[in-house]
Each structure stands twice: as structure tokens, then as C-alpha cells.
């Protein structure tokens, strides 16, 4: 009868490489994931039959230290074990606790190592041969390339596919790019995926990536720690890179020295690339559970796939992937089509812009207002927002960016005035419904067909649809509409240019207590504020989207906390838009909320200078004038009629009476 083998690994590829590898093998293996294995009730039944056991733990011995005690006590289990380390260099300490031969451990390292079914097969004709003496023949390990490229993606391939693609899709009513323009999009995933041959999912997304317009390049690599010259030589020709592989800055060992920690962190090669790399994320949990799931994500993979990457600068998209088990109980990577979608997407935006002239670039930037009154109107924390506006459209006109023209100027530019922007803005509406005219609405450039809103609101998921319809009512809603023209439209509150929009965003606080409901988690987004969004990408065509300033509200609207769905409010608001966030640096974490929840590439700035807020104008002479009649009112009471008919002209000169009701 043959030998059996079991194997007791961490990393799922390798199970898939040892049933692969049992096809045909003299020495069959029997196979199990340590984490979903209880040593006292699955591992008696596992073991029967069995004559010797391979052990591979990622995070060292604490990952499975019951099993791993239950294995090694030779006095209840005497068939040898091998231990080993789940990482691609040796493991010392758990090799050591290997009941066989160093040396042997050692080889078997190599051939798990290197992975995929043939050096499985050929790992399982070693040990049958070299510890239970059984003369079955072995090859030795066969090295196995570090990385390179998944089959069927040649330029030819990509070429067909893009031919039947071209022009198809959300963008396009845009002009197409040429197709040597067309963005280069680098798909990294891990070479043990590779291996094993658990690639279905990578598939999917260079699919996605083909139907959005990109041309994608997918490449495998066992870490992004110390990439291969060659691989970063190809990956430098794209122009993004999605990467399911987890965070490179951890190449350089941590030293113990106060203030020293920041040093270990290099992302090195990464950071040289000098592209958007974007964070695809490959759940280890079913796409149910995952839906049903108001967090999104579990702990293990907020900490490796969200947070840590974080620390490389990456750009945090949504999952594409789930892990489901097929019918031998093995987790498989299955791919989401419409996540994928949203990921290729964003990722072929994001390469859009390398490949496009400034000059052609269009560029929505959008004011918060919290509450939703005029003298709120830009109030992003610790910025000058009008004044950085102004500076900013300074600088992208330096850059060859459009920002208006003699006939239609940006109010303020010229001046560097900030004030003159605002004032434009309010003119222009706004949505301080104590001061918004009819004649305003009437006037209001930005004007959204409700029939066009209606025909893409349907396109929406049905549930999220349903909460919009339950706090909103049917589309179009009944907030900002104007008929004024004869035809029933939805109007902004925006200064438009052809290349430029500045535009205020929609209000999220009504009624009695809009500062309680500002970040209501449960209250979803009007009608009026989807058209808005909506407007930007198919009305103006923007091509990426700026936030001016902590805070917005958009990344607080409701939904997932992270790994967001396409129910989540912020996905079908921001679609694929790349969005830009100037945010305040001493606050990560509501700026980690825009990076988790609205796929925001933060830019931080410093907190301004503090200073004392003193009183100013008319203000000032007042707070003297109180200070005079405290002191008139116990020494020369006689005083006091003239100095209260002083401060009532400076109250009503202050407009402090209209303030105070």
C-alpha cells in the first residue's frame, strides 16, 4: 500500500499545488489549512492513515502552537514531522522542531519554496524515499522562475480583446485615446497564486481593465519588497499599477533607537516608479460574508490589505476578489465582475491622465459648507480655502492647465482675491435656503436633465435605490428642482469654465438640526446630490476631482466602513473618478476615512500658525464701549444714556441685531 502524506499549510496555494501534485504521483498527499484545523477534534481523524506529516506556518510557531504540540508529542503520534517556516527564506527556530533530520527539512524548504505541483509531487517521492525508506524515486527541486508574465496576455491577445472593447463602456461619450495612449495598466500578483495555478481571478480583472480601455500587463512576483530589476524595468513602462501583492516598506528591519522606526519603512523601488499604485483587495472571506458584513472587511485584512499598504502611499480600491471553497473543501480565489469593473476602472482614470495633455484635462473643484449657509462656504479646517483656490488655479494655469479665458474669467483669479470667488459662488445660488431666490434658480447655469437622472438612477442597485426612494422619494426628489425654462431640471450651485468647475457640495444637513444629520450613517444621499456627482463625470466630463479641504461629507455618507460595495453611497456617487483631497496633517483619522471610503489620494498641509482672535472693526470699538459703560455705571452714572446710544449704533452698524433675532 502507498505511503500518505499530509500537509499542514497556512498558505492555501500550497494545498492546491499538493492535490495538483497527488495526479499522477506515486506518493499521494493529504491536505488541510492549520487555521481551520482543531487539533483536539480534526486532527485524530486527519492523522489516520497517515505516515508522516509536513507542517508550514506563516507567523512562526505561535500560529498553530496547540496543533503543533498535539503533533510533536511523540509518546501519542510517532510519525516524523517537518516543520517549516511559510516564508520564502528558512524558518530556523521552527525547522529545529522538526522530529527528522535538519538536512532534510532544510530540502524540503526548497521544494516548498519553489512551489507549484511538480515540486510538490517530486517533495513527496523525497520524503518517501529518504525517511520512510521507500525508494519510490525523486527529481530535486526545480527552480522556478521569481517572476513573470501570465499566459495569454501577449500584445496580440490584448489587441483583439481591446478592438471588440474599444469605445464601449461609462466613458464612452469621451474621445477615445489612440490606441498607443491607451493606459498601461501592470496587474501584480503573487507567484505562489501562480504556482498553483489560482490565477482565475487575475483573469477577471485584466478582462475589467481591457472593457474600461487600459491595456493590461499581468506580471507575478513573490514580494514587492526587493523587486527583480528586470520586473521593475517592465513595470516601469506602466503608467498605474493594481496590486494584489501586500506592502513593499517593510524591507529594512526594524531598529530598536528611539525616532530610528520611520527609517525602517523604505518603499524604495516602489516610490521610483513615480505611478499611481492602486490597492486591489483580495478578501480572505466568502463575497457573502463580506456583504453581509457592515464593517467589510475582517481584522486580518484591515490590517494587511488596507492599513499597512497605507504606509506605501497606495490607493485603497475595493475587493474584487473572494476566497471560496470548491468541492474538496479548498479555498479559491473567485473574482466579482462588477468589482473588478469599478477597480479597472479607476485604475485606467488614474492612467488617463499621464497620457493626456493639461491642456485638456478637466478638473472639478468642490467647496464644503457645513452647515449649508453662505457664510459657511468653504470652511475646510485649518485652510484658507478661497485663497488656496485661487493659488491652486494659479499653479495648474502655470502647469498648461485651462482655468478660464478673457471671456469667461475665474472671479478672483486675477485679483488673488479669495472674497470675489465666494461672492461669485453665492450669486450663483448657493443652497442657503434663507437667502436662495427663484430668479437665482432660474439663472443657474448647471442644469440637469430629470429624465437623464431618472434613466441612470434606475441603472443604481436596487437597494440602495430603495433607501434613496424611502427618505427622498421617487426621482428626481423635490429639493432644487427649477421649471422655470418649461422643462423640469435639477440646478447646481457652480461656477463653470470648459475646463474648470468650481462647484459647491450638495447639502447633507436639512431642516431643524442640519449639523446632527451632517454625518447621519443612516441617512442616505438625496437625488439632488447623486445628479451633482453624477453631472461632474457625465454632464462636464471631469477627468479627476478635487476636494479642497477637510472636511467634506461625501466620505461619511452610508455604507461599509471600508471595502466598500456598489450599495455603499460613496461608490456610485464617486465611480471610477480619481479624487484629490488637500487635508489637514495633524487629523489621520478622518483622512484615512476618505482613503478607505472615497479612494482619496490625500495631499496633507501644515496646521496654520495659531494667533490670538482678536477683536476687529466695528467689533472692537464695541467690546471699548461695553468696557467704558461697566466703568461709567458704578463712577459717573450720569454718562450711561450716551454711551448706551453709542452702543446701540455700533450693534446695529455690526449687524449684531439682525445676528440676535
Known amino acids: 500500500m502507498s505511503d500518505v502524506l499530509l500537509l499542514l499549510s497556512t498558505s492555501d496555494t500550497d494545498l492546491r499545488s499538493a492535490r495538483a501534485g497527488s495526479e499522477g504521483g506515486a506518493v499521494p498527499w493529504r491536505w488541510a489549512n492549520p487555521a481551520r484545523v482543531d487539533p483536539q477534534h480534526d486532527l485524530p481523524g486527519l492523522l489516520e492513515g497517515v505516515d508522516l506529516v509536513v507542517v508550514r506556518l506563516l507567523g512562526g510557531r505561535q500560529a498553530w502552537e496547540a496543533g503543533l504540540d498535539a503533533l510533536l508529542d511523540t509518546a501519542s503520534q510517532p510519525r516524523p514531522v517537518v516543520v517549516l517556516g511559510g516564508e520564502q527564506a528558512p524558518d530556523a527556530q521552527l525547522m529545529e522542531s522538526s522530529t527528522v533530520a535538519v538536512g532534510v527539512a532544510t530540502q524540503a524548504h526548497l521544494y516548498l519554496a519553489q512551489g507549484g505541483p511538480d515540486n510538490l509531487r517530486e517533495l513527496a517521492g523525497f520524503l518517501s524515499d529518504t525517511v520512510l525508506l521507500t525508494g519510490h524515486g525523486f527529481a530535486p527541486p526545480e527552480e522556478m522562475p521569481s517572476w513573470g508574465r501570465l499566459p495569454g496576455w501577449s500584445s496580440d491577445d490584448v489587441a483583439k480583446l481591446s478592438l471588440d472593447a474599444s469605445n464601449q463602456g461609462e466613458h464612452a461619450d469621451r474621445a477615445p485615446l489612440a490606441s498607443e495612449a491607451r493606459p498601461r495598466v501592470a496587474v501584480v500578483y503573487y507567484r505562489a497564486h501562480h504556482m498553483a495555478g489560482n490565477t482565475a481571478f487575475v483573469d477577471s480583472l485584466c478582462h475589467a ?17 526587493a523587486p527583480d530589476d528586470e520586473l521593475l524595468e517592465r513595470l516601469r513602462h506602466a503608467d498605474v499599477l493594481i496590486t494584489t501583492v501586500l506592502a513593499a516598506g517593510g524591507s529594512k528591519p526594524a531598529t530598536a533607537g528611539a525616532g530610528e522606526d520611520d527609517e525602517s519603512w523604505d518603499t524604495g523601488a516602489l516610490a521610483g516608479l513615480d505611478v499611481p499604485i492602486l490597492q486591489a483587495l483580495c478578501l480572505t472571506r466568502s463575497r457573502e460574508e463580506w456583504l453581509a458584513d457592515d464593517d467589510g472587511v475582517s481584522p486580518l485584512d484591515a490590517a494587511n490589505q488596507v492599513a499597512v499598504p497605507e504606509f506605501d502611499g497606495r490607493i485603497i480600491t475595493v475587493p474584487f476578489s473572494f476566497k471560496e471553497t470548491d468541492e ?15 477597480v479597472a476602472g479607476l485604475a485606467v482614470n488614474h492612467g488617463r491622465l499621464r497620457h493626456l495633455d493639461n491642456a485638456d484635462k478637466k478638473i472639478a473643484l468642490v467647496l464644503s459648507a457645513y452647515p449649508t449657509k453662505h457664510a459657511r462656504i468653504g470652511n475646510a479646517v485649518g485652510l484658507d480655502t478661497p ?5 491652486l488655479l494659479h499653479a495648474m494655469r502655470d502647469a498648461g492647465y485651462r482655468v478660464g479665458s478673457d471671456e469667461q474669467p475665474v472671479p478672483g483669479l486675477e485679483e488673488h482675491d479669495g472674497d470675489l470667488l465666494i461672492r461669485a459662488l453665492i450669486a450663483a445660488g448657493g443652497y442657503d435656503q434663507d437667502w436662495l431666490t427663484e430668479e437665482q434658480m432660474a439663472a443657474n447655469p448647471v442644469r440637469i436633465d430629470v429624465a437623464e437622472y431618472t434613466d441612470w438612477f434606475a441603472t443604481l442597485p436596487a ?3 430603495d433607501g434613496i426612494e424611502e427618505h427622498w422619494g421617487p426621482a428626481p426628489g423635490s429639493m432644487f428642482l427649477d421649471d422655470s425654462t418649461g422643462e423640469q431640471a435639477i440646478v447646481l450651485a457652480a461656477l463653470v469654465r470648459e475646463h474648470v468647475v468650481i462647484m459647491m457640495q450638495p447639502p447633507r444637513g436639512f431642516g431643524e438640526n442640519p449639523i446632527a444629520i451632517y454625518h447621519d450613517p443612516d441617512l442616505p444621499p438625496s437625488h439632488h446630490y447623486l445628479a451633482a456627482y453624477r453631472w461632474l463625470q457625465a454632464g462636464f466630463g471631469a477627468h479627476a476631482l478635487v476636494h479642497v479641504g477637510k472636511h467634506g461629507n461625501l466620505e461619511w455618507l452610508p455604507g461599509k466602513t471600508a471595502a466598500l460595495s456598489a450599495s455603499c453611497a460613496p461608490d456610485p456617487i464617486l465611480g471610477d473618478l480619481p479624487l484629490v483631497y488637500p487635508f489637514l496633517v495633524n487629523d489621520p483619522g478622518e483622512g484615512t476615512q476618505a482613503k478607505r471610503r472615497a479612494h482619496a489620494t490625500l495631499v496633507d498641509h501644515l496646521v496654520p500658525p495659531m ?4 477683536s476687529y472693526g ?3 470699538r ?3 464701549l461695553l468696557d467704558e459703560y461697566a466703568s461709567i455705571q458704578a463712577m459717573d452714572p450720569g454718562k450711561i444714556e450716551a454711551i448706551r446710544g453709542q452702543i446701540w449704533q455700533l450693534i446695529q452698524a455690526a449687524k449684531l ?3 440676535l433675532g
Open 618 to 620: 466695528d467689533l472692537a
Open 611 to 614: 494667533a490670538r482672535a482678536e
Open 209 to 225: 481593465v481591457v472593457d474600461a480601455g487600459g491595456i493590461p500587463e499581468p506580471l507575478f512576483c513573490a514580494s514587492l519588497r
Open 657 to 659: 441685531d439682525h445676528d
Open 328 to 342: 474538496d473543501g479548498l479555498p479559491a480565489y473567485v473574482a466579482d465582475p462588477e468589482r473588478a469593473a469599478r
Open 387 to 391: 485663497a488656496s483656490v485661487v493659488a
Open 622 to 624: 464695541l467690546e471699548q
Open 463 to 465: 437597494d440602495f435605490r
